[in-house]
Every structure is written in C-alpha cells, then in structure tokens.
C-alpha cells in the first residue's frame, strides 16, 4: 500500500525518454493572464524542449482524454533546444497563427498529455488527472517538484512554486440536511496520501480534527457528531504524503474569493415558512462590524439545500444604508455562483434589500415582476425569510445585482455596457468627473460612450432627434416608461435608473428601471414626511415632472415629440389595461400575503419581521415598537388592504379620466406591408429593408407581433407605430443607418430589427401576424421577376387585377391584359408555370358576400407557352346571376 502511494507520486508528472519535450506549464483558469490574438483569456498549455538539440513536434497530439490519444494533432512545429511554445487550449481549433486546441481544460482536474506522432507513446502526461487548479494560477514542473507556480511565465522558464502535494479526486461537500443530533459521515478519496485529517466546526465554536480512517489506499472517511436543529456544520479536508507536502480541500488559495468549507445546516422543524428561506451565519463580531459601516464581513449562506461559505456582505443603498433594518450586498466566490431558483441559471452575486420603508413588504417584489410582464428585461425580485446563525432574522427582498449575467438572463447583450445612476439627468453639465455614473459592466472601458451619447440627445432642432431616432432603442425605453407610470414608481429622478448600452449589431441605447420601493402610492416628492410618508398619492399620469432632477432624455421623449409621444400613451394604454385595469394586481397582493402573512400554528414571517424591527410614525424615520399606538404603525395586511381599497381604485380613476392623451383601447387596427428592397442598389444585402405602414387613425401596439416566412422577427415589448406613420424592418441597424440613399440614418426614421433571414431575389412570401397569431396582412413579392412591382396588392397598369394575381397567372402587371374569362357555367384561365409554392382556386358567389368553392370543377388544363397553362372549369348551374373571383393560396 505505501509504495503504491509512493509510486502515485512520481507519476503525477511523467515522459518517455525517448520523447525529449515536455508539458512544463499550463493554466486551466485564465482569467487575466495571458490573452490570445482574439482579446479572449483562453487555458493555454507550454510545451518545453529540455533537450540540446531540435525536436520536430509536427504530427504529434495533445489531449484531455486517456482513451482518445489523437485529440488534436499539432501542425508543423520544431522547438530548438531550450525553446517553449504557448498552445492556447481554447476549443477554437486553429493550426495557423497563433495555435488553438480543440478542447479545453476542465479547471477541478483531468487528463492531460502530449503524445507521439504514432498516436500511441504518450510523452508527457500528468498521471490520471491533474489536481485541481484555479483563477491564474499554473501548475507544471519546477525546481520544487510537480506543483503550482507562484507566478505564471507562459513561454518562459518557469518560477518557483508550491508541491501539490496528496490529489483530491471526490469529497464529501454537501449532504441532505441531516436530522438534530444525527452523526455525519463524511468521506474523501485521495490519491498519495499517508493521512487525510478532517477539521469541523459547529456554528462558530472551537474548530475541532480527527483523523481521517483508510479503508482502502485512498478511501478515507471519518464521523462528525450531530448537532442542534439550525445549526451550521462546516469541515475542510488536509491531506499530507510521504514527502511532507499538503494539500487541503477546499483549497482555499484565495481568502477574499474561496470557500474555506464545506457545510451543512442541521434540519430545524419548527421553521415552516412559504416563502424561501436563506439562512446566514455570521460571526457576531463581524456583524457588529458590518452594521457599524467599520469593514465588510464574511459569512456563510444556505439556500435550496446548497451552501456558500466565506461569501462577503457589505453595506447596501445610499439612504437604507443608516436603517436599523439594512440593506446588503452579497459577494459570492468566483466559480461558486448563486443558484436562486430551481431551474434557473446561477448568478454571480445578489443584494438583499430591505423592505423596512415598505409596509406591505410586497412594492419591489411586486413592481419587478409587473416589469418583467410586460416585457421589461429587469431584475428578478423575489421575497425571503431570513434566518441568521439558527434565529429569525427578517423579511427581505432578494434581488440580483447588475453585471453580465444579469444582461444575459434578461436576453440582452452580455458584452454590452450598463450604467448605474445615481446622479445624472443626462444633461451636458452631467458630465465631468464620474459622470454621475455607476459602471457595472465593462468596467475596463472608459466613459467615452456615454459622453456621445449625453451630448447627442442635448443637440438642438432637428440633429436631437436625428440622433434619438438612431441611437435610442424605443421601444425598450418606452416600454420602461409607460410601466413605470403604471405602477407609479416617483424616484426615477437623477438617480435609480440604468443606462444600457447595446454594443451589437443595433448599437442603441435604453433606459432601464431599478430601486422600485417608492411605488404603487408613496412619493416622498410630494409628501410632508419625506420618505417616511404614510399617505398614498395617486394623482399625476406620470413622475416625470418637469424639475432640475427630470431625465432630460424621457422630457424629450415624453413632451417634445409628437411620434414619441404618442407611442408612449398607446403603450400606457396598453399595460393599464393588462395589469392596473383588471385584476392583476389584487392577484399578486393576495399571492405576497400568502407567501409571508400565513400562519403556521404560530406567528406568520410578516408579523415575525413587525415584531422584530418595529415601524416608523408620519415624518419620522425612528423606529417605535409594534405594539405602539399609532394609525401609521400598520401590519403587513393593513397596508397591503390600503393598495387595494385606496390607491387601486383611486389610480384607475386618476388614468381613465385626468389623462386626456390616454387612447382608447386598441380595438380595429390596420397595419400593413409597405415598401420593400430587396436587392440594395450598394449591393450589400445587409441594407435591405422591409416596411409596415400604420393605416390606423390611431397609434397602434404591435408589441409581441411577428413576422414569419422568408424573413423572421418579433416585435419587442413597447413597440409601437403611431397613426399614419412608417415602421422600418431592417436585417441590421448599422448598416441601414450607413445608407447612401434614403430611406437611411439621420432621417427621423423608426426603425427596429435585426430579423432573420433576407428578402429572396426569387420572391417568397412573407405574413404579418398579431400577438395571439391572427394573421394580419400577407404580402408575396417575385423579387427580380420581370412584370411584378414587388407589392402583390397594387395594380399597377389598372385592369382591374392585383399585380400578384398576374404574376401567378403568368401575365404581366407592366400592359393591360385581363386573362380570365366568364362563359355560361365555364370559366377559363391562365396559371404560371414559374409560381410552384402559389396556386389559383376559383370561387363563385350569388351576392358578393358569401363566398363557394363547392361544385367548382376542373374539365380541361392545356399548356399555352413555355411559361403558361390554361385551365378551364365548370361551375354549378344557377338561376341567379353569378360572380367569379380568383384566390391565390400559398401551398403549404
């Protein structure tokens, strides 16, 4: 057993003899350290030449895989004596310039080699598996043996370094919460090992060890005895081998961004909560910290039966920051991301923002996910109980923080750039200093962006809106907008906005909303007490009030344009309809009281949460206790009744009828096909473009809309045509605006897009089709076809018949030729061979109102030209006069 263990060791890195190079270096998880010719930070693996004389690497292979020796073979490449070459192990598989492998490297360890060009010997090879490795930091062949380097030097020789020690293969790193008092086994299987200790803690008492028993060579396990209900069993493995050398489990490398445990928390069976639950340990000293704005703690959290140790909280919000009841941000560990539904990708870090301020704890909750109904791509917000170190803690809100992942999750562009405000109107006297501006996503890159941006929409006269037409995504912005008048939230001001920044193909910019809990009723603008105003306010269509602190860009929008303007209004008219005129609301209070107002035997969350942190009286932001007597010291079902009785009611009122510009609802809409390019005079393809024309005497909501056949796309929440007006369909935005002729970029058009697909030379047929797929208008179009114009519906040499009805009958729209004609009971035709996917049907009416196709039959179809056939029918026998039409179909 010992020299089995010991013969592990000094084959963890191993070469033939006669192969001469080998790996020396790689890195598995390259965050920052070396970058490849694409601006990516790829793994990347070194390959070193010890030898005096040249080695031929060309044909040879390198791969992750024991059983698929020949992964990817290596192109011509001689190393002299004494040389390295960096190969990026990237996945992009590249043999010219810089060298890419078609793999990557798994960072929690497997195989790695480098085999001979008889795809068999393997030259050098880490044994099994490499142990695990992490965030810039490489692991090779040193001075010190087999090991971590203590600073990479990809092409270089190698720098000093940590032995690997003992190689963890699987852990015991989590468990089913286990009963109070119940013992823990836990387990470790470890390569070369002559010990493995276990070191465990309960809650935050003494850390205690014992010694790990071997069942087999490394098989190892140990017992840790059970403890109280709620209570945090953390443990850390460490293993040492015959050489002295240590390894730990988990490694903890990184003090400020790893995990120092694993853990579980014991079951507590009297905590019955319906919402979730997240239990937090911290260190009582370190929370006083936390709490006394000294220094950021560190703590642990479970969740969804997952726990995240040595995750960093510090303080949240400007004004929530001085609450008794505060606000947090929660840091998780890189690689350890934060899984906050089943189901759901994982995200990098969260806040935990109070709902002290809120007394019906349901206005953010309830505010983001009308947001998110209506199409907002906003954050995800959901209501917690939350427990800490085994006690209750509070009621809060658990919201995500704004970075990449969250651009991701809401289906925007994740390489794209996301301003957090915090004081900016967007007013050119904004800029200088920080902008006002809070970075959240592409932190590396300067302001420059946001500069053209400020400085565009503050142009005067025609070049403003010009710029606006260009550069602001509409509908997203108007979507944000009108939702954000629906529910009435009064502090988007110079601050609890974001500004986004799509760097893709449409290269817009939008408004986007965060902070919610000044919303369905409370304005601390218009109240006496400040935020701390118990009185509901209703009045006003919307809070952007003309101020020093309005949004220079949504007055603008809002008042200064008549297009804009009213697409505004018809999406107001919209949502009012979807959330504020029905029951949507009351559904959703009803849900939040259920989820934190029920009873289970005991006292409910909500009424644990009042208990706990009291309330605060009119203009008064001093805590009292719940049990003082004042009108405004209200439970949760108090002021959730008040949203309900009060604020609905009032609110509805105050839209339906102090709101002159609210329209209608949207009823009988008439949107159609206009123009179409299909082949762009500059002959890039990318310029071509498809119209909709509003025909409506109103403004019309195409949100949800689609368009599907040769071309696809649908439209975005908030868009909107207004009466009369053009809407422009285009494959890509930059290109569009890059125009020579018009329609192009600086013209005021509205324009949206990209679709898929292009507008086929050959002609094809595209369908218009409403939100619940009713088909709206349907447009066929020959392309470059001779005698068709491109629009089916006109007739173009006015004979009477649609350009498209000549085209499938094989007859040009260019001269006045009236094909069919009516004989007794027989009606003849043509019909174009060159029209496959069309087909002519023949109906018949009495009354030009009810429509047959019933009794029509075909007696005779003979071949007039190369292109045409004519066909002859009978109709059924009839005493009234009759009426003939042809109908084309799309054959499906």
Known sequence: MIAGKYFFIWILLSWSSLGGAIISEFMASNEETLQDEDGDFPDWIEIWNPKQEAIDLTGWFLTDDHFHLKKWVIPSLTLEANERVVIFASGKDRVVGSLHTNFKLASDGEFLGLVAADGITVISSFAERYPEQFRDVSFGDGDFGVGYFDRPTPGKANSSGTAAGPVFWKVTEGLVRPEPGSDLVIEAQVDAAESVELFYRVSFGDLESVMMSSESPSQFRATIPGAAEGELIRWYFQATNFSGDRSRSPAFREPENSPEYFGVVVSDPSLESNAPVIEWF?????????????????????????????????????????????????DFNTGYGFRWSEGEKRVKDIDLITNWGDKSKSRQVLAYQMMRDAGVPTHFAISVRVEQNGEFYSVADLIEDADERYLKRAGLNPEGTLYKAYDSSLRREDLGGDDGMVKKTSKEQTNEDLHRFIHGINQEGAERWNYIFDHVDLPMTINTLACLVVNMQTDMIRKNYYLYHDLGDRECWAILPWDMDLSFGRDYRAATGGYFDNQLYFSGYTSFEETGSDLILVRFLLQENAKTKEMFFRRLRTLSDQFLFSDYIENQLDFQLGKLNTQFGGTSDAQLDFQKWGSWRQGSPVPVPWTFRDPAVETMQDAVSRIREQWLPARRLELLFNTPELPSPQKRETVVFGQLEINPLSGNQEEEYLELVNESAVAVDISQWSIEGGVRYQFAPGTVIPAGEVLILSPNLKAFRSRTQSPTGGEQHFVVGPYEGKLSNEGETIDLLNAQGELKDSLTFSGQLQGFNGNGRVDQDGDGLSALLEYVMGSSDLRKNAWPVLAGQSFTYPESLNAPDLVLRVEYSEDLKTWNREGVVEVQRWVLNENQEMVRVTLPVSERAQFVRLVVERIQ
């Open 282 to 330: 911290i260190d009582p000293r370190d929370y006083d910290r936390l709490q006394s704005f000294i220094q950021p703690a560190r703590g642990g959290l479970y969740f969804l039966g997952e726990y995240y140790d040595n995750v960093a909280f510090t303080i949240h919000g400007q004004s929530t920051a001085f609450f008794d009841k505060k606000s947090y941000n929660i």
